[in-house]
Nanobody, 124 residues
Framework: QLVESGGGLVQTGGSLTLSCVLS????????MSWFRQAAGKQREGMSC????????YYIDSVKGRFTISRDNDRNTVFLQMNDLKPEDTAVYYC???????????????????WGQGTQVNVSS
């Protein structure tokens, strides 16, 4: 089970850190990804971190602003979001395909485990 937390309302330029806790399995075996879904839009994959944390990947729209990290001892993956923009407003989800490596393309259909999501609202 994946459970996200840390969402909320923030002003443009602000920061938030999202957390995702995995229960029932050992996080260190799995690559973890973050997705988001804005109202009326498709869910998009944003970032991925390999099981060991040796590599991280980001889509261009968040590169340089968002940082994915993990604490395997706490079974938790994080998404530090800085310089937030109104277009970052969305429900944010963590997910895993139970693999070790990150996929080249983060496609929703490849992921079988999802959290319930946490809402992030960025005001202008």
């Amino acid at each position: 089970q994946l459970v996200e937390s840390g969402g909320g309302l923030v002003q443009t330029g602000g920061s938030l850190t999202l957390s995702c806790v995995l229960s029932g399995a050992a996080l260190h075996h799995y690559a973890m990804s973050w997705f988001r879904q804005a109202a009326g839009k498709q869910r998009e994959g944003m970032s991925c971190i390999t099981s060991t944390g040796s590599a991280m990947y980001y889509i261009d729209s968040v590169k340089g602003r968002f940082t994915i990290s993990r604490d395997n001892d706490r079974n938790t993956v994080f998404l530090q979001m800085n310089d937030l923009k109104p277009e970052d407003t969305a429900v944010y989800y963590c997910a895993t395909d139970w693999g070790v490596w990150c996929r080249t393309r983060l496609a929703v259909g490849d992921y079988t485990a999802w959290g319930q999501g946490t809402q992030v609202n960025v005001s202008s």
